[in-house]
């Protein structure tokens, strides 16, 4: 863990994760439809993002759209793919401006051709950004991950530009999605449930989770710093013994 200044104080962890969960309930628990409660996450984002600066976090990760979700009802994914869409139109300017830089990994082939087309100028004109590493999953999945980085090394292999036994854990890191991004020591899910909805799977072997109880449009910053405390209570060995160092 990298020491870097914060408002907490103490180092915080390079890399967050968040899977954002929550958005319809939120909305059915004010009888709200639930693209309602999809416009309130977008608002959380952006709270969430400024938060992340404030508390001096590196690495910011948002599950924002799984490869599962093209399952929803056509007009809930409309409305998804609309917000995205405003969000790519609206925010990329001040993302340059707060020297944030956009990444957004998942599978682009998928997604309408102005969005992708939009991810490509948003991650170009953001790459010299060095205040915060932003990564947006959006058509991702963490198994799909996976396959197709096993499927790239098998057809190097096969193609004989790859000897099959230097095959090893940094080589498949760097056939990932997630090449070049540290891998995440904090991951947090809100909306009280508890498991890891296809997220990450390779990258967060070692991550700590927190499950938050709120749901995502009323995670703020203070829901942040919380998640941040618990993790400093965390004993975090990676597979040593308790007092090995």
């Not at 948003?122 to 932003?134: D, I, Q």
């Not at 499950?211 to 060995?237: M, S, T, V, Y």
């Given at each position: 863990m990298n020491v870097v200044p914060s408002e907490l104080g103490d180092p915080v ?146 193609a004989g530009r790859l000897e099959p036994e230097v095959i090893d854990e940094e ?75």
């Open positions: 962890p390079v890399h967050v994760a968040i899977i954002m969960d929550g958005n319809g309930r939120w909305a059915k628990a004010r009888g709200l439809p639930r693209t309602a409660g999809h416009r309130a996450g977008a608002q959380s984002v952006r709270r969430t993002v400024a938060a992340a600066i404030e508390l001096g976090i590196s690495y910011l990760t948002l599950y924002g759209f799984s490869s599962e979700n093209w399952k929803r009802p056509l007009a809930e994914v409309d409305e998804l793919m609309g917000l995205l869409r405003r969000h790519l139109q609206g925010e990329i300017a001040e993302f340059h401006k707060e020297r944030i830089r956009l990444r957004v990994i998942g599978d682009r082939e998928r997604l309408p051709k102005d969005i992708a087309r939009l991810i490509t100028e948003a991650e170009s004109s953001t790459a010299g950004g060095t205040r915060l590493n932003l990564t947006m999953a959006i058509s991702y999945g963490g198994r799909q991950d996976i396959v197709s980085a096993a499927r790239h090394l098998a057809m190097e292999a096969a080589l498949f890191n760097a056939s990932l999605l997630t090449n070049g991004i540290p891998d995440p020591d904090l991951v947090i899910r809100t909306s009280g449930e508890q498991r890891i909805s296809n997220f990450l799977l390779w990258q967060s072997a070692y991550s700590e989770f927190v499950f938050a109880k709120k749901h995502w449009p009323d995670f703020g910053k203070d829901d942040l710093a919380d998640a941040i405390k618990e993790f400093r209570l965390r004993d975090r060995r990676y597979g040593a013994a308790a007092g090995s160092g």
